[in-house]
């Protein structure tokens, strides 16, 4: 269907759209909308809405331009009521910029285009009117270079950097110029000039003098940039649909370039590394918004008491930075107390942490953004706790705004104190981005890529990053810059990515050529290790030990309160009493998934366990599983007695045994000297136990049914290290779990089986206790007979792993070489091993719990499949009413959040 409206006008205290237009406005045109609505003074403009992207994409420039035509004049002309000056006027001359705006916010990957309606005569007009020749010159060649880039792709095939950076870069080695800040009038005219022959040479094109013109192939380049790699990445990373489009606002210009009275700012309604309460931010003085974000100037601070904090770090003394480095609240009081009262204002009426972008233009302040702003882990707790606390927000509101998956940020390792005793601290910056990172210097974003594929931590130190290093730093354990502040590219995307990060350490002078670095007078080359601490900023020679984080009282209360509103429990997949207790730690509630075969791995272990596998009949095989009897008991023991009071799914043996035979022929012969036979006897063995497709093969309980003495001493182990617990006063609560039941009679078989070895245990040790026994249900045939199965079952737990094999027929250990071409050619969303397939396996969930319910309404239901640990497939689990989820001991508190929020949404 086509839309009806296509673009939404704001400015002058009114608006057509709000807060509540994100999908159709983008998150940039909604929020410019509500302030004005709530009487902020945002430059006068209009949105065209994501739709009209989709449309773009569909149909291409020459169809959408007849569709926009009529609104997008209406547009221009509400700017110039608005404004009192004209688009296309060269005696009174309006100049517009043109920004993208997704929904979901995707900072820095998409293009913007400033000054849009410039060209040789309006630029001595605005000269001439503002009385400020190299303000209006330095405007005009700032516009060249962003349309130069954006829209005519000057430097789309030139891998050695920004063609317009060079010949700025070469005008200053001729001027002898320290920074852009030097250039004179005539050198900006030069620069124009330049910088227009340039276009002309690369693209044989005249540079486009007509407004209207310049204005169109604008537009059309912010829809195109939803295309870019680097914008299809930041989607594929953040799991935004391709089919949100981006909006497009255009908005009368505001100059933070006008002198001295003028500039530009990026602040925070709170700390976004700490969630501390405290208003903070960046600024230039005579400088555009750009200026700030992209580092390439150091900026000021925007409250008194953080400049002189910054200074303190920076070793700067209060007589310089009263001079050279002054706080907005000193330098412009008034302004500063006007953006005070409009962030408090901001953070009120949207009711989260704000981030704000504003300008100044000769004393007069505007706001040009704001957006709820990206936060650390421990940031988006501390906020969201303080919030509730103030009564700014309710517990659903503070609950549902926590994304789990931050949380993973919180239980990141951080260095031990030790280590950084003995470490050496090289140099210091800014921490824009908390957490420990040690690893090997690489200097280009596509070198740490090849680090990350070969195994190896990079630490990306860049001079500044920009959006097209997104990949390289995503890939690296941490990130380094030599320029920049807590506002600039890698900061903030470092946090997004919840990535450690220094920037703006300003001792560091990078050689790209040479692939080193210098840091006072020390060269470090590329694969030299340092390491970064993102919470003081601090950067160390070499390697150093992390350990686990402990983590606060806010998170604790946060998944005190978590647990309070979620429905299903979360319990944790560990084998091991260690892991065990840090599940508990993390809250956990429970094992769903002890996978015993995890315990045999090790030491004197295998061998028992070699020799039970390659036995020649049932005495021989009971013999070596003698052996490992106290071995899995003692296990059990630690195990039950870490969970104490708590259930722990024990599941019985699952894997194919092949998998534990020694291949090595050094391996294969000590086998033999241990079992007393020869070598060709085991390489016989172990021939006849392999198997073409082992996933389907000799696994599950087709391993406790054909050898029953398996199950029976797993059980056997069980059943007396509860009873040795509950006999020193330890509750053990053992739940005994089938493995790949597909057909009732297997799971009867194996009941059988395991009752009969409980009942003999309870008669040698003339004492009982409290069992129950279930099943995995992990093979499609499962689902649809749950019915029968559950009349032998006290609870299932879904395999949600298997169950995906074989509902698609991807083979776990191979589906790696065609998923990811799947997902990019769309054939598949997501990764279904990883993001629980509703719409497939979810059905067959769905039946195979109404069908279990069906004979036995009370039965408990879990699931332990790695989905587990996933907010959305946790989602899913709690609206087929599922008893609890279970995953790894890291991702438990993840589960927890995820948990109370499906139940929240369902209740709203
Ligand atoms: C499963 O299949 O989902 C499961 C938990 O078992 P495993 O991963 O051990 O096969
Ligand atoms: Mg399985």
Redesign the pocket.
Known sequence: MKPTKRLYKFGNLTAEGNKNMKALLGGKGANLAEMCNIGIPVPAGFTITTEVCNEYNSLGKEEIIKFLLEEVQHGIHHIESTMGSFFDSIENPLLVSVRSGASASMPGMMDTVLNVGMNDEVVKTIALKTGNDRFAWDSYRRFIQMYGDKVMKINQNNHSGCLFEKIIHQLKIRKNLISDQDFSTDDLKELVHQFKQLIKKQTDEEFPTDPWTQLWNSIMAVFESWHTPRAVYYREIHQIPNDWGTAVNIQAMVFGNMGNSSGSGVAFTRDAATGVKEFNGEYLINAQGEDVVAGIRTPLQITKSSSINWAKLAMISEDERNKNYPSLEEAMPKVFAELNEIQQKLEYHFKDMQDIEFTIQEGKLWLLQTRNGKRTGAAMIKIGMDMLEEGLIDEDTCLLRMNPLKLDELLHPIFNPKSIKKATAITRGLPASPGAATGQITFFPDKAEQYFDENKPAILVRTETSADDLKGMHKSVGILTARGGMTSHAAVVARGMGKCCISGAGALNIDYHKNTMSINGKTYKEGDWISLDGSTGIVYKGKLDTINPTVSGSFDKLMQMADGHAKMKVRANADSPESAKIARNFGAQGIG?C?TEHMFFEGERIKAMREMIIANNETERKNALQKLLPMQRQDFEGIFAAMHDLPVTIRLL?PPLHEFVPYEHENQQALADEMGISLSEVQHKINNLKEINPMLGHRGCRLGNTFPEISQMQVRAIIEAAINLKQKGIRAIPEIMV?LTGTVEEMKLQEEIIKKEIELVFEERNYKINYSIGT?I?IPRACVVADEIAKHSDFFSF?????TQMTFGYSRDDAGKFLPIYIEKGILKNDPFAILDQVGVGQLMEMGVKRGRTTKPGIKIGI???HGGEPTSIEFCHSLAMDYVSCSPFRVPIARLAAAQAAIRERK
């Open positions: 998934l996978r699952d493995p995995m992990e395999g949600t792993n298997d169950l332990c499949g790695e």
